[in-house]
């Protein structure tokens, strides 16, 4: 049921599956803005302490949609073949900046359900992360 994808998108760093197959759909799980090579979450400035200087919420987005695209496709899936998308923002301020990124990755003529939220941490240096569930076409 539940698969994780060597190489193509960033180790989970709990007891978790990236996506889990059920019933003809596809759940994703959070996906935040870590290299799969490197481990370090993209777009983010730290200092000699580690702690957060600055972030680019685009350069994140971009990193997460990558991760996103990555698991639907090793599950066989593409961006179109998903149906409900939830966003997690550590700043709804972002808003604007991570939605012309989104934009760009969803503009066909069906994109998924969308649902954006604040939330006051993310795990890591993250400060967007995106769960979502895709369906089968075939189911």
């Known amino acids: 049921m539940g698969f994780n994808i060597t190489g193509k998108a960033p180790r989970p760093l709990g ?22 090579d490197t481990g370090e979450e993209e777009g983010v400035e730290v200092d000699t302490d580690g702690n957060i200087v600055s972030y680019d919420i685009e350069v994140q987005t971009e990193a997460v949609i990558k991760n996103l695209r990555v698991t639907l496709e090793e599950a066989g899936l593409t961006m179109n073949d998903l149906v409900d998308v939830t966003v997690f923002l550590s700043n709804m301020k972002d808003f604007p900046k991570y939605n012309k990124v989104y934009e760009k990755h969803f503009s066909f003529p069906d994109p998924p359900a969308r649902t954006t939220v604040e939330v006051s941490k993310l795990p890591g240096k993250n400060h967007i992360e995106i769960k979502a569930t895709a369906i089968y ?3």
């Open 15 to 36: 007891s978790y599956s990236h996506a889990v197959k059920a019933g003809g759909f596809l759940f994703v799980s959070g996906q935040g803005a870590r290299h799969p």
């Open 137 to 139: 076409p075939n189911g």
